[in-house]
């Protein structure tokens, strides 16, 4: 058996996430990649899973096991069908995986509402924390900014994106999109989900009028606030895929 057949349960554990993502509008049609980095002791250095893009490709939201390719940290196809290659962006994945060892998951994708803060400049603020703390320690302490609309095409680029990123979850891309990290490709994905539901959120308050922000003694409070599982969140988004 082949290294990329033992993979299979990874491979449909980030498949689902990328249905997730689909499913949810955070990013649409064929745009929007989720890796996971495969630990292999040796030379050649740790692997990538990672969704392929290519005339093969079944589109975000059906993504399947078998749209997940594998490459090595240079960003280099090591094993997946032939109708599928390397997403032109892959050097957001490998540069980020390479300078975060905390890092085991990154994800990229251009969800519309966030983007529209990053292109007029809006800051996205902390409008609401009560059924969602994380969501709030997100918009506040956690979030890093990229100036640049480019894609990031090659490793100087990738490179120039991690040093941006340094230590925090989530990267709001000028005039482009998102890219988040973090430890398991759940939490990931459910940091790309809050941000996106923030940035509907902030964008609808806007619209309204004048967002009132969280005063500061309450967000102190937050502050003191225990950490929120995570686990429930990500079953009720994997039945919401699996069911249809
Ligand atoms: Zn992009």
Not at 147 to 172: F, H, M, P, V, Y
Not at 197 to 216: C, F, M, T
């Amino acid at each position: 058996m082949t290294i990329y057949e033992t993979l299979l349960p990874q491979r449909e554990h980030l498949a689902r996430a990328c249905r997730v993502m689909g499913k949810l509008d955070v990013t649409k049609s064929t745009y929007g990649h989720i890796s996971m980095r495969i630990q292999a002791p040796g030379p050649g250095g740790d692997l990538v899973l990672i969704r392929a893009r290519g005339p093969g490709e079944s589109g975000i939201r059906y993504t399947a096991p078998e749209d997940i390719i594998l490459v090595d940290l240079d960003g280099r196809k090591v094993a997946g069908r032939d109708d599928l290659h390397v997403p032109k962006e892959v050097f957001i994945h490998t540069q980020l995986l390479r300078a975060r060892p905390d890092v085991h998951s990154v994800l990229h994708a251009h969800p519309a509402t966030v983007m529209l803060f990053t292109i007029c400049d809006k800051p996205l603020l902390p409008l609401f924390g009560a059924y969602d703390p994380q969501a709030l320690r997100l918009v506040r302490k956690e979030l890093s900014y990229y100036d640049r609309s480019i894609l990031i095409s090659d490793d100087d680029k990738g490179r120039t994106l991690a040093e941006a990123i340094q230590s925090s979850k989530a990267c709001l891309m000028r005039g482009h999109g998102i890219t988040t990290c973090g430890a398991t490709v759940e939490e990931t994905t459910l940091t790309a989900i809050r941000l996106n539901e923030v940035a509907e959120l902030n964008y609808k308050a806007y619209l309204l009028g004048n967002p009132r922000p969280i005063s500061d003694a309450d967000l102190e409070a937050f502050d003191q606030g225990k950490e929120v599982e995570w686990a429930s969140y990500w079953r009720y988004y994997c039945r919401l895929v699996d069911e249809n």
